[in-house]
């Protein structure tokens, strides 16, 4: 398990999904308890990989109920010792065994309120269309509709904007012709959505008087209305909503802003929920940085950092450990600009030593603004190609030769630090004379070193009759790299090898380069391979050969200005002949008549 802090205690991290009925029990708990088990559930089994949960969700939920989610939650970790923990479906499936009758014992351990973190629907989001519009008609239960209201996120939302004007929900119960039945809220937020014009601009002041806000988004949407009439209403309703809006109710309408901020008309909607957010509280602009929906974190990371009102230890916090990089490197930029106004020198290496490559980058690019470029040389053997050409940039401020240290640290016994970067560093800034330093890096026990090695020789110019051995590697990686390398160069190896390493008892991945190979080779030669490959056993490749077939026929004939010797058209003769059931009969007479011989 691996323990979070949560509130000065040390907890778990677990993940559970769940359908439309359990999100409605949830919600009815204030999300701070899990439900009992139903009769056929003796047990509860939370896990500890999120990737299952969401798998769960998306392919069980979904097709069983329409909608599927995953939640997240955290548990006292002392507590959560006391259980069994066992793989299923795998090793990456690892699930904590609650005994239903422990449940309520477990629901007083959890450590704050139950999180919804993913949602799944059905494609075109048509089954929640048709159960809201039965909800808000009074023909459905209404408390797992709002369950689901209460979570969805910005493309949820527009999906049911839309759904509720197909055919399918207008004429299934009469649904867009609701109108204060059933659920006043669903009835307002129906009706907002209607294909009729007068009913949405009537539905506005519904969505927007709606106490707790539910209806919001679809009074965003409805500021981008097509109809100038249904829109103008919208927008003069909108601030206010805005203003008397909850959190949660805020945040989600920020959602669809955000999402429709690139439509003709959804430029209003952004500007509204920005000046919302503006001026909001220190709480409200927190809990958007925390949101799920990305757009809305990043949109409240800039205003906060606009506002004065982020602090160093805050900002720096999010620099470093922040999930979207967008954001991460929002709070970098105003990192260094502030340490570069102040000459904060040990900010800026403190964002270099442990942030990502994107905050190194602008940390290195600061400090070698303020004077000290020789913090590059500790960067140069770093993963990341961008940090390594900007270490690289430093190092030669600081009126060194990046290559020269590249160098020492290959020519060395045991390299001095990752052999890989450093190999793609010298080969990088290195010259020809570069490459013998190189060759002993083309038989590294480690596949990535070796592929690495050989984009190496291929940049600085070395000889690729060294590295067209390496098309039977036993790694893929480094068969990849020597494809590309030998890219525009496709005599260097000989045709007949070509063919040893297509036999069948070579590798799939062998296979597959040495087929790429041949087909660069020639036009004939590209036919040729592609009619032996069909006639093969082998079904990758015979499909890929087939898709070539077809497109050189459709595209690369045109261009075969001299026709094949007469020995090569009796062998591909032999061979239309033998894969005519395969490609068809007019593919066949086609190819036969390009050749001459039909």
């Not at 399918?168 to 059933?182: K, P």
């Not at 509204?272 to 949109?299: I, K, Y």
């Amino acid at each position: 398990m691996t323990d979070e802090q949560s509130g000065g205690r040390a907890t778990v991290r677990l993940w559970h999904p769940v359908g439309p009925a359990e999100l409605s029990s949830l919600r009815a708990s204030g999300w701070r308890a899990w439900p009992p088990r139903l009769p056929d559930q003796p047990i509860f089994s939370p896990v500890l990989n999120e990737a299952h949960a969401t798998k769960t969700a998306r392919d069980q939920n979904v097709p069983e109920s329409g909608a599927g989610f995953v939640t997240r939650f955290e548990l006292d970790a002392d507590f959560a010792r006391r259980y069994r923990v066992r793989q299923a479906d795998g090793r990456t499936v690892v699930e904590l065994r609650v005994p239903a009758e422990e449940l309520a014992e477990f629901n007083a351990h959890l450590a704050g309120r139950i999180h919804v973190v993913r949602e799944f629907h059905a494609p075109g989001h048509g089954r929640l269309a048709t159960r809201v519009a039965a909800a808000a008609d009074g023909r459905g239960p209404a408390d797992e509709v709002l369950a689901m209201l209460s979570v969805a996120g910005a493309q949820t939302w527009i999906g049911l904007d839309r759904a509720l004007r197909t055919p399918a929900v207008m004429y299934g119960g009469d649904a867009t012709n609701t109108w204060l039945r059933g659920v006043k809220r669903l009835s307002s937020l129906v009706a907002g959505c209607s294909w009729d014009g007068r009913r949405r601009e009537s539905a506005v002041a519904g969505l927007a008087m709606c106490a707790d806000g539910l209806p919001l988004p679809v009074l965003v949407l409805r500021t981008a209305d097509w109809a100038p009439q249904v829109r103008e209403r919208a927008r003069r309703s909108l601030t206010a909503a805005l203003t008397s809006a909850d959190t949660s109710a805020l945040l989600t309408a920020a959602g669809v802003a955000v999402a429709i901020g690139s439509w003709a008309r959804g430029d209003h909607a952004v500007e509204a929920v920005t000046e919302a957010l503006r001026t909001a509280s220190d709480d409200v602009l927190a809990s958007a940085r925390r949101h799920r929906d990305t757009g809305v974190r990043r949109l409240a990371y800039r205003l906060w950092l606009e506002s004065g009102r982020s602090r160093h230890e805050e900002v720096t916090r999010a620099a470093l450990s922040e999930q979207d990089g967008v954001c991460r490197l929002l709070c970098a930029d105003w990192l260094v600009a502030h340490a570069v106004r102040d000459r904060r020198v040990d900010v800026l290496e403190g964002l270099l030593r442990e942030g990502s490559a994107k905050v190194g980058i602008e940390a290195l690019t600061a400090l070698v603004q303020l004077g000290h470029p020789e913090n590059g040389v500790a960067h140069l053997a770093d993963r990341s190609a961008m940090m390594r050409a900007t270490a690289q940039w430093a190092v030669r401020r600081a009126d060194l030769s990046p290559a020269a240290i590249y160098r020492d640290a290959l020519a060395a016994e045991s390299p001095v630090g990752p052999a890989r970067a450093l190999v793609a560093g010298l080969g990088e800034c290195g010259t020809r004379q570069d490459v013998e330093v190189i060759l002993p890096f083309l038989e590294h026990p480690s596949s990535r070193v070796r592929a690495e090695a050989v984009r190496a020789v291929r940049r600085l110019g070395g000889p690729l009759t060294r590295i067209t051995g390496m098309l039977a590697d036993p790694a893929p990686v480094v068969v990849r790299a020597v494809k590309q390398a030998l890219r525009g160069a496709p005599d260097v190896v000989p045709a007949a090898r070509l063919w040893e390493l297509l036999a069948a008892g070579s590798p799939p991945h062998v296979r597959l380069g040495a087929y790429e190979q041949l087909l660069a080779t020639d036009t004939w030669t590209r036919l040729h391979v592609d009619l032996h490959l069909l006639a093969g056993r082998d079904e990758e490749l015979g499909r890929r050969a087939h898709a070539d077939l077809i497109d050189w026929t459709r595209r690369g004939a045109v261009t075969a200005y001299r026709t094949p010797t007469e020995e090569t058209a009796l062998r591909l003769a032999r061979l239309i002949d033998a894969t005519e059931p395969l490609i068809g009969s007019q593919q066949a007479r086609q190819l036969r008549w390009i050749l001459g011989i039909g």
